[in-house]
């Protein structure tokens, strides 16, 4: 098995980790990932809290 040709996968952030050697472009970049997982969980939240809604109201009927 050759693992030099193998992809190499990126190392996940961890939230609260040291960020003094991380660079500049990679910080941008989980920035961007970061607020998009917000938008990702913020749509999230909207749809069970419709789902929520929806079967309050059908239950209160």
């Not at 996968?9 to 500049?24: A, H, Q, T």
């Not at 913020?42 to 309050?56: F, L, M, P, T, Y």
Request: cysteine-free.
């Amino acid at each position: 098995m050759d693992l030099e040709n193998e992809p190499r996968l990126k190392p996940k952030m961890v939230i609260g980790e040291n960020l003094e050697d991380i660079s500049i472009t990679e910080l941008e970049h989980r920035i961007i990932a970061l607020d998009s997982e917000i938008i990702r969980i913020r749509a999230e939240i909207v749809k069970k809290q419709a789902g929520k809604a929806a079967a309050a109201a059908f239950f209160k009927s």
